[in-house]
T-cell receptor, first 112, second 111 residues
Framework: DGGITQSPKYLFRKEGQNVTLSCEQN?????MYWYRQDPGQGLRLIYY???????QKGDIAEGYSVSREKKESFPLTVTSAQKNPTAFYLC???????????FGPGTRLTVL | SQQGEEDPQALSIQEGENATMNCSYK?????LQWYRQNSGRGLVHLIL?????REKHSGRLRVTLDTSKKSSSLLITASRAADTASYFC???????????FGKGTKLSVIP
């Protein structure tokens, strides 16, 4: 099956710890994206990558880091510098210039 | 980047009725896309309308685009309980690679 997967589905961490969220796609898409969604809110772009070994900051990159060493993978690290990390994190990929995006199921991160 | 703003924020209708959601945006676009999100899940792409198109259909979905008013609407005909979800519009700005999402319209279809 082609698709985009995120793991884990739920993640609990103590305040001050870094945590890495996984995102993998087998759609052969060049572009990948990370969004954050807070309750009752829309999606805010954290980072995006249009090609391997290159990525750009989105609207709310502070406190987050990413890497894009492989086309299939775009992990997101939530660092201790992120002031309010509890949120629902969505990863997406796109393979066309019109930028139709395919989303993963999301990871719900709760910082205790 | 620019953000689509959906209206209304919430909509409650009876099964079988039509549901209309609106979207406004600020600057020139390449295309505008609509997505659906079921509670606690990822978004699913519904339909894309290009800037040179005025109307597009897909099954029970009808999307219109008025670039002079910088607005779009999504009509779901003969709604079903399974249509209960949040709906987001996402304009793709001309020359941009980023989609931006508003807060969405939360649709409740009552059986």
């Amino acid at each position: 099956d082609g698709g985009i997967t995120q793991s884990p589905k739920y993640l609990f961490r103590k305040e001050g710890q870094n945590v890495t969220l996984s995102c993998e796609q087998n759609l052969n898409h060049d572009a990948m994206y990370w969004y954050r969604q807070d309750p009752g809110q829309g999606l805010r772009l954290i980072y995006y990558s249009q090609i391997v070994n290159d990525f750009q900051k989105g609207d709310i990159a502070e406190g987050y880091s990413v890497s894009r060493e492989k086309k299939e993978s775009f992990p997101l690290t939530v660092t201790s510098a992120q002031k309010n990390p509890t949120a629902f994190y969505l990863c997406a990929s796109s393979g066309t210039r019109v930028n139709e995006q395919f989303f993963g199921p999301g990871t719900r991160l709760t910082v205790l | 980047s620019q953000q689509g703003e959906e209206d209304p924020q919430a909509l409650s209708i009876q099964e079988g009725e039509n549901a209309t959601m609106n979207c406004s945006y600020k600057t020139s676009i390449n295309n505008l896309q609509w997505y659906r999100q079921n509670s606690g899940r990822g978004l699913v792409h519904l339909i894309l309308i290009r800037s040179n198109e005025r109307e597009k259909h897909s099954g029970r979905l009808r999307v219109t685009l008025d670039t002079s008013k910088k607005s779009s609407s999504l009509l779901i005909t003969a709604s079903r309980a399974a249509d209960t979800a949040s709906y987001f519009c996402a304009p793709l700005g001309a020359g941009s690679y980023q989609l931006t999402f508003g807060k969405g319209t939360k649709l409740s279809v009552i059986p």
